[in-house]
């Protein structure tokens, strides 16, 4: 299917290519309860960031977590903690630079290799020429951008299913061709109390215990590049209201990023092809796309950076 795209419409996709694309294909394989990705696995943890935690790293005058391990323990705690962030770093920006490359490719028919050296390069020089307050205010651009752009096509998607309640219905059968309940695919708990009644495999104690407290609180506690952004604050009250700030908007975000997923399923499911295959023939949920009038891409991640911007950068 051939799109016509303005130069907006560009700036948008070049944007968030990376994260919703997970999000909004789990949205279309789970369903709804890919929110609890947001409502279980941040942010309870985001509030302990700043109730607890700001205190001990901003009270330390530190200015990253590293530092911080280095103040509270030995230089060796550091250099672990740093090499492991480092390998987690290159990976998770291989799968983002990936998902860019495949992204252009596929709207745009430009090079994979050619793709993910440039983009590698633009964020290698703004990040070099401005540090953080670049990266802060680049994500705050793309925030803003993203929010506006990706609402209408949640709107006008919404809109062409017949809105939420047709929208329930024609997942049903989708729901129990997979072997689960009828509601599965649009009610968060409601089929959680056992792995076997969730397309995810999963219940509410596995959800609770391994994304509400596992994985949540190790990311959004311990990860630096979420956490120096509050520490980049111009005062205790500042780095403690940066979470807390940045935790409504995330709580919002499963309508715009995780629904349209569950529209192009919905679509789908009545033939009206919005799921490609895949080479091996299964269906290819990463290009999930929920409807012939609204072009959809997949990104929203992180709102710390904006809610950062309560404050003014401290210097050091």
């Known amino acids: 299917m051939h799109i016509q ?8 996709l070049l944007i968030y290519f990376a994260f919703v694309i997970g999000m909004a294909a789990s949205g279309a394989k789970y369903g709804i309860m890919t929110s609890h990705f947001y409502w279980v696995g941040a942010i309870p943890a985001m509030v302990f960031l700043a109730i607890f935690m700001m205190p001990f790293y901003y009270g330390s005058r530190a200015r990253s977590v590293p530092e911080y391990l280095k103040l509270r323990f030995d230089e060796k705690t550091r250099g672990l903690n740093a090499i492991s962030f480092a390998l987690m770093t290159v990976f998770s920006s ?3 630079l990936h998902a860019l490359a495949r992204l252009m490719e596929r709207l745009l028919g430009w090079n994979y290799d050619a793709c ?10 703004y990040i070099f020429l401005g540090g953080l ?14 929010v506006p752009g990706f609402t209408p096509v949640v709107f006008l998607a919404l809109k062409d299913v017949g809105g939420w309640p047709s929208l329930k219905e024609t997942l049903m059968p989708v729901a129990t061709g997979h072997g689960v309940a009828p509601g599965t695919w649009t009610q968060s708990w409601a089929h959680l109390g056992s792995p076997a009644d969730t397309p995810r495999g999963i219940g509410w ?5 391994g994304l509400g407290f596992v994985l949540s609180f190790g990311y959004w506690c311990t990860d630096f590049l979420v956490v120096q952004r509050a520490m980049a604050a111009h005062s205790m009250s500042a780095a403690r209201r940066t979470p807390l700030i940045a ?4 709580m919002l975000f499963p309508a715009l990023v995780i629904v349209p997923g569950m529209i192009a399923m919905a ?3 009545g033939g009206g092809g919005f799921i490609p295959l895949g080479k091996d023939g299964t269906p290819d949920y990463n290009h999930s796309r929920p409807g012939p009038k609204a072009t959809v891409s997949r990104g929203i991640n992180n709102p710390s950076p904006w809610a950062s911007l309560c404050c003014q950068p401290r210097s050091r």
């Open 5 to 12: 795209l303005g130069l907006i419409d560009y700036a948008i």
């Open 94 to 96: 291989g799968i983002s």
């Open 116 to 125: 993910i050296a440039v983009s590698a390069f633009i964020v290698l020089v």
């Open 247 to 250: 935790a409504v908007p995330k």
């Open 267 to 269: 679509m789908d499911a």
């Open 205 to 209: 104690f596995g959800m609770v215990a």
């Open 133 to 146: 307050t670049s990266a802060i205010y680049n994500e705050v651009l793309q925030f803003f951008m993203i």
